[in-house]
């Protein structure tokens, strides 16, 4: 997964609400809180894959990542965003 962030393969998916990602978040992820992933599936659908999903802990992430798969999208669990953050900023 480290991998896939650093070679900007998919897209980053910060599944945190409005609120947090305004109070920081990862350069170009988009922002589509938890509570919003099954109304909004058709556009997760039609991002650039493999989805990249992140939080503040890893915990709403895992909840979307489990959401996804079983709608057959290819999304990893990539935990904090911050850990995100460190992964894209160690190669750009």
């Known amino acids: 997964m480290e991998k896939i962030i650093a070679e900007n393969r998919g897209t ?3 599944v945190r609400t409005y609120g ?16 919003e992933i099954p109304a909004r599936i ?3 659908k039609a ?5 990249v999903l992140c939080c503040a ?5 895992g909840q979307a990542q489990s ?8 999304c990893h669990n990539g935990g904090s965003w911050l850990d995100v ?8």
Not at 25 to 33: C, H, K, Q, R, T
Not at 47 to 51: E, W
Not at 57 to 61: D, I, L, V
Not at 67 to 74: G, P
């Open 47 to 51: 991002m650039k894959s493999p989805l």
């Open 12 to 14: 980053i998916v910060d």
């Open 20 to 35: 947090e990602f305004s109070g920081g978040n990862v350069a170009g992820s988009i922002n589509i809180p938890l509570n």
């Open 57 to 61: 802990s890893g915990m709403r992430s």
């Open 85 to 92: 953050n460190y992964y894209k900023s160690k190669n750009n």
């Open 42 to 44: 058709e556009e997760l």
């Open 67 to 74: 959401f996804l798969s079983q709608n057959n999208i290819e």
